[in-house]
């Protein structure tokens, strides 16, 4: 399968994979053949973030929030027919600057797709960089238009939840794992009264929960954060569909 190929598949499963929060519907879906052109381009119109496949990378405004965007980018992907280079920490600096530079809002997040190995080297430069984006969020207000659209909305979301990036091998996409029959339901429950009615219908303190990790692949899927719970809806023959819960650590 080329590159193309790859990034188109993972478009599609990437639009179903983040259709409960986000708004994808503005984001059309190419044939293999459409998807190689586009491949070609270097920027588009729908993103910020240029280089080879930079007209595939797309931005999505979250459902309550609009003012809230999540970006998708295929972070130094090469040419079609060529093998790609080795991504570096150095990616972090780059990406660091789009924040700094004002590509982005402070508040945005990013999920970074590569073809490359996700390295635990490299996995600790972006949780290194996580850290610096979220200090440097707790040290500011959140911009007023999220504020007033949490409002209206009467949907909250804590600092922690903005300003996260997540990076991700080409092939966690090229496949919905999430629909995958063995895979039980996974959701995320972020808000504090959603958190405290599970936590009393359970009788137990939130660290007393079972552990999801925040690099855990479902994890970086949902987007949780530290604190979050995620809720898994399993099902069996004898007593039909029950839930789990996991607390994100």
Same mark, same amino acid.
């Given at each position: 399968?080329?590159?193309?190929?790859?990034?188109?598949?993972?478009?599609?499963?990437?639009?179903?994979?983040?259709?409960?929060?986000?708004?994808? &519907?503005? %984001?059309?879906?190419?044939?293999? /053949?459409?998807?190689?052109?586009?491949?070609?381009?270097?920027?588009?119109?729908?993103?910020?973030?240029?280089?080879?496949?930079?007209?595939?990378?797309?931005?999505?405004?979250?459902?309550?929030?609009?003012?809230?965007?999540?970006? %998708?980018?295929?972070?130094?992907?090469?040419?079609?027919?060529?093998?790609?280079?080795? #991504?570096?920490?150095?990616?972090?600096?780059?990406?660091? =600057?789009?924040?700094? +530079? +004002?590509? *982005?809002?402070?508040? @945005?997040?990013?999920? #970074? *797709?590569?073809?490359?190995? #996700?390295?635990?080297?490299?996995?600790?430069?972006?949780? +290194?960089?996580?850290? !610096?984006? /979220?200090?440097?969020?707790?040290?500011? $207000?959140?911009?007023? =238009? %999220? /504020?007033?659209?949490?409002?209206?909305?009467?949907?909250?979301?804590?600092?922690?939840?903005? &300003?996260?990036?997540?990076?991700?091998?080409? =092939?966690?996409?090229?496949?919905?794992?999430?629909?995958?029959?063995?895979?039980?339901?996974?959701?995320?429950?972020?808000?504090?009264?959603?958190? /405290? $009615?599970?936590?009393?219908?359970?009788?137990?303190?939130?660290?007393?929960?079972? *552990? *999801?990790? !925040?690099?855990?692949?479902?994890?970086?899927?949902?987007?949780?954060?530290? +604190? @979050?719970?995620?809720?898994?809806?399993?099902?069996? @023959?004898?007593?039909?569909?029950?839930?789990?819960?996991?607390?994100?650590?």
């Amino acid at each position: 399968m080329s590159c193309s190929q790859k990034v188109n598949r993972s478009r599609y499963n990437l639009k179903d994979i983040l259709s409960i929060e986000w708004d994808t &519907s503005e %984001i059309p879906d190419y044939s293999d /053949q459409e998807m190689d052109k586009i491949y070609s381009l270097s920027s588009s119109n729908l993103s910020p973030f240029p280089g080879v496949a930079g007209a595939c990378n797309f931005s999505l405004k979250h459902k309550y929030i609009p003012s809230y965007k999540l970006h %998708i980018i295929y972070y130094n992907f090469p040419e079609n027919g060529r093998l790609s280079s080795k #991504v570096t920490k150095t990616a972090c600096d780059k990406l660091e =600057d789009y924040y700094n +530079g +004002g590509s *982005i809002n402070k508040e @945005d997040s990013l999920f #970074v *797709i590569i073809n490359d190995v #996700v390295s635990e080297s490299l996995e600790k430069s972006f949780e +290194g960089l996580n850290i !610096k984006l /979220q200090n440097s969020l707790e040290n500011d $207000e959140i911009s007023d =238009d %999220i /504020q007033k659209e949490m409002k209206e909305n009467n949907y909250y979301l804590e600092k922690k939840h903005f &300003s996260n990036i997540h990076l991700f091998n080409i =092939d966690n996409f090229t496949n919905n794992i999430l629909k995958h029959r063995l895979v039980p339901k996974h959701e995320s429950v972020r808000g504090e009264k959603e958190i /405290q $009615e599970i936590l009393e219908k359970c009788n137990c303190h939130l660290n007393q929960l079972p *552990i *999801i990790l !925040k690099n855990d692949i479902m994890s970086k899927m949902l987007r949780l954060s530290s +604190g @979050d719970i995620c809720k898994i809806t399993r099902s069996s @023959d004898k007593c039909g569909e029950y839930p789990f819960y996991r607390v994100c650590k």
